[in-house]
Each structure stands twice: as C-alpha cells, then as structure tokens.
C-alpha cells in the first residue's frame, strides 16, 4: 500500500479526518495532482502544525520550528536551488558528513535519492510545516541584499542646504514637499520651516 494512502487511513482511525474528508481529498489529487497532505491541509480539513505533529509520531521523525532557525547561505548551497524548490526540502545542518534537510513529506523517497545524489552524502530528514518550509525557501533562495544605511543630515545641515540651494523656496512649496517627510521623521518642525521660509523671501 502506497504510504501516502496509508497517511490518510491512520489520519482516520485517529479521528483527526473522516472518510468522506480523505475520499474528497483523494479524489482532489487524481485530478490536480499534488501531495495529499499538502492538500488534506490546503482544504482545511487539518491545521499544518497538527499534521506535521501526527506525521513525526507515527513515524519517530523529529520536528524542527524553521521559524526560530537561521538557515545560512553556505548551507543552503549544499544543494542545488532546483532540488530545493522542486521538493520543497530546507537543509538545517550538516554535521560529520550527514546534511540535515527539513521536509513535510518524508514518503517522498524520490525527493531523498535526488538530493543524496546531488550532494554525494548522507541525508537525514526532519519534519517541519509545509507552510514554515515555504516561507524558508522565498527567504533564503530570493533573500534581497539590505540597504546601505542612510546618514540622516541634521536639522541644521538641512537648513543650510535650504541656503546653500540659491533659490527663494515659498512657503508653499516648503509646506507640500518637505514638512511631510521631516516632521514625521521628527527632524524639525512645523514652526522651525515656515520661519526659515520667511527668512528666504525676505
């Protein structure tokens, strides 16, 4: 028996999906395609925690929070960005030539055999949430660089580049373009601006 079937049955005898939920679900994967614990969850017939929860029991696996872990760059090289986006798999660690990678579907034995193909060594698995899984590949495969930090000018170096412009700045055009962005940033104020105004068109 398929193991994934298998999943579905254990799911009904513990009372956590009944027949007619695995029925629909089954049936929703023969004409979609899919994982049918992707899909028991996507139908919201399980929470994605209790799932991955019932998955690590049944079959001694331990759990990993992928919230909580910082998954660095030269790590997640270990395997090529294909496999990790095809198989939805995150490396956690790699210890003593065994390279950890967290799944939601430990019964997908093609996902172990490409990856242990593709990296020359052992792999184990861990489980972890389909959802916290996906949000873990979109950070770390298409993390963007930080910003350079901006040096915020002072209120007096913003007040002598007013100066230093050469232009006469009504009091408008003062209002509209900067009070918004220096007061709110709470670099100056309302009253300091409409004096320096004053002051160039005089």
Sequence with gaps: MDERVQLGQMLVES??????????AMDFQKSVGGKLGAIIVKLGFIEDQTLTNFIARQQGIPVVNLDELVVPEILVKKIPKKLIEKHHVVPTRHHDGV????????FDYEALEEIQLAVDQRVEMVLAPRSQILRTIHDVLYREPAPAPVKEKSKDQLLRD???GGEKISKESLHEALIPLLIAKGVITQDELVRKAKELEG
């Design 15 to 24: 009372h956590l999906l009944t027949n007619e939920q695995l029925k629909m």
């Design 99 to 106: 390279l950890t990678v967290a799944t939601s579907d430990p």
């Design 162 to 164: 007013l100066d230093a």
